[in-house]
Structures are given as structure tokens and as C-alpha cells.
T-cell receptor, first 113, second 111 residues
Framework: NAGVTQTPKFRVLKTGQSMTLLCAQD?????MYWYRQDPGMGLRLIHY???????AKGEVPDGYNVSRLKKQNFLLGLESAAPSQTSVYFC????????????FGPGTRLTVL | GENVEQHPSTLSVQEGDSAVIKCTYS??????FPWYKQELGKRPQLIID?????GEKKDQRIAVTLNKTAKHFSLHITETQPEDSAVYFC??????????FGKGTRLSVIA
């Protein structure tokens, strides 16, 4: 099993450009999450999904959109990138409820110039 | 919503000593408290968790204690080793809400 994978690993954008980060999991997990990690700020939840076709806002959703068209994939979109979105983005998945362990992907380092 | 405070932000200990990291939470409905470890350049991984019906849980050199009345929980690492050097995150949630993470503690174990 590959677990949780993320594409791409690194990306540099110019302000105003758009991009999509792809997260895939092969563990048949219901729940998926997108976090951003900034120095000294911990892991902050952007959006999450409790099942195929569902999405919900997390703590810092502004400037991001998500889609969960297939159970195994969770996409994070930036429509118009801003320097404040420079961060490391982690995707995670868990079997079902909040009580289950979250398995994280390797992260995507995004720089917006 | 839930707010999780974590202290200290950095911690240095001598190899073999104990390390303690403390977290407080605000939502009395929270009943699940996991701890994640993130080594440099790696992804976070769960190391131990506790639910509110338990006051203490131990797994070899690591233990977590929970005080629901005071709304705080702690991670204890005994006999620290260089491979314990990492950033540790606490988190809190109830069954209906996603995890809220603390800001992390960078632990350095000095050989």
C-alpha cells in the first residue's frame, strides 16, 4: 500500500496564478483533510471531507476550494495564489470518525512569489 | 470553537532525562486527545492518544495524562534518546468535530 500520496512535492507560483494539489489514499478511508503548516503555527485545518461528495470548511478556508469526487482523492485548489499562501500543505486521511488515527501524506512545499 | 494551547514551544533535555509537554483545551465537550510526532522534514505520525474515560495511558517510554476538570493533558517521555528529537503536537476534538492542533513543541535531546 502506498498510503497517502501528494502531488506535486514542490511548486513555485507567481501571485495570481492558480493550481491544484492532489491527495490520494489507498486505505479506503472515509475522512480526508487538508492542513497547512507554517513555522510556529502548528497544523491548521483548511477543509475536510467526511465522505465522497462532501466537503466542509476548517479553520482557515479562505482562498482555497476543495473537491472529493472520488473516495480515494481529495483535491485542494488555489484560484488566485497570494504570498500569504506560501506554506507546506499536508493531506491526511482517517478510517472514519475523529477518533481514528490520521495518516498524513509527505507534504507539498508551495512558494508564492 | 476549540482552542488548544501548548507549552513550551521549545524544550532541550539531556539524554536520559525526562521531558514533559503540556496542553490545555477550551471546549469541555472534547473527549479525544492524540499526540503526533514530526521528525525534521517528515510527516506527522500518531504516537499515543487518550480518551476522556481514561486518566492515564502508557506505551513503553511515553505516557499521556489527562485532567478533564482542569482541561489539560500532558505528554511524558522518560529516558529520552536522540531519536526522540522532533516536533510534538497535541490535539483535541469531540466525536463530531475535527482535530484542533496545538502549535507544537520542538524537543531537542542533547547527547
Amino acid at each position: 500500500n502506498a498510503g497517502v500520496t501528494q502531488t506535486p512535492k514542490f511548486r513555485v507560483l507567481k501571485t495570481g496564478q492558480s493550481m491544484t494539489l492532489l491527495c490520494a489514499q489507498d486505505m479506503n478511508h472515509e475522512y480526508m483533510y487538508w492542513y497547512r503548516q507554517d513555522p510556529g503555527m502548528g497544523l491548521r485545518l483548511i477543509h475536510y471531507s467526511v465522505g465522497e461528495g462532501t466537503t466542509a470548511k476548517g479553520e482557515v478556508p479562505d482562498g482555497y476550494n476543495v473537491s472529493r469526487l472520488k473516495k480515494q482523492n481529495f483535491l485542494l485548489g488555489l484560484e488566485s495564489a497570494a504570498p500569504s499562501q506560501t506554506s507546506v500543505y499536508f493531506c491526511a486521511s482517517s478510517y472514519s470518525t475523529t477518533y481514528n488515527e490520521q495518516f498524513f501524506g509527505p507534504g507539498t512545499r508551495l512558494t508564492v512569489l | 470553537g476549540e482552542n488548544v494551547e501548548q507549552h513550551p514551544s521549545t524544550l532541550s533535555v539531556q539524554e536520559g532525562d525526562s521531558a514533559v509537554i503540556k496542553c490545555t483545551y477550551s471546549d469541555s465537550a472534547s473527549n479525544y486527545f492524540p499526540w503526533y510526532k514530526q521528525e525534521l522534514g517528515k510527516r506527522p505520525q500518531l504516537i499515543i492518544d487518550i480518551r476522556s474515560n481514561v486518566g492515564e495511558k502508557k506505551d513503553q517510554r511515553i505516557a499521556v495524562t489527562l485532567n478533564k476538570t482542569a482541561k489539560h493533558f500532558s505528554l511524558h517521555i522518560t529516558e529520552t534518546q536522540p531519536e526522540d528529537s522532533a516536533v510534538y503536537f497535541c490535539a483535541a476534538a469531540s466525536g463530531n468535530t475535527p482535530l484542533v492542533f496545538g502549535k507544537g513543541t520542538r524537543l531537542s535531546v542533547i547527547a
